[in-house]
């Protein structure tokens, strides 16, 4: 009968090992919570969106220096949302031509195209169509024979959509 007493009785290591297991686990988690914290990965990240778009030279204009630049399908990019630019790839002192969405462009959608052309108009109601189907802006000087290094990047995501060279002819 003292056998059993004293066995049941022994307690002498459970209270040091519950402590330790209990400081292991209280580190773990506050180790958790500050990485969250540090590198954000609880935060709320932008999704890029998924579109296919192309740039291009444009032949349906005979003596005129233009790029078109189509949306294929996938996702509608909001307007103020995204950001094209259009700069010489050789590199030199030409002035480049940015566009950068804002309400007046709206949104880009399947079917939309943007026309860069060397019209020296701003873009009014009868060249920036509402529903953006077509939409003309003015630029720098487009000049034939040259390559030009065409990027929209979705701004909320920072993500590129596309990024090419064309050469307009």
Not at 68 to 74: D, F, L, N, R, V
Request: aromatic share 4%; net charge negative.
């Amino acid at each position: 009968m003292r056998i059993k007493e004293r066995i049941t009785k022994n307690e002498e290591a459970v209270s040091p090992v519950i402590g330790v297991i209990l400081m292991v686990a209280i580190t773990v988690i506050l180790a958790a919570v500050i990485a969250v914290f540090v590198f954000q990965i609880g935060g709320e990240q932008q999704k890029a969106p998924t579109a296919s778009i192309t740039a291009s030279n444009n032949p349906d204009t005979p003596n005129e220096f233009d790029l078109k630049i189509q949306h294929k399908g996938g996702d509608t990019l909001k307007g103020g949302d995204w950001k094209l630019s259009v700069v010489n790839a050789s590199g030199s002192d030409t002035a480049p031509v940015f566009v950068i969405s804002n309400s007046t462009f709206g949104e880009l959608s399947v079917g939309a195209q943007i026309k860069i052309t060397n019209v020296t108009t701003p873009c009014t109601s009868t060249t920036c169509d509402v529903n953006n189907t077509i939409l003309t802006v003015p630029g720098g000087s487009l000049l034939t024979n040259t390559k030009y290094d065409v990027k929209l990047v979705h701004i909320p995501s920072n993500a590129m959509l596309l990024d090419t060279v064309v050469e307009v002819r």
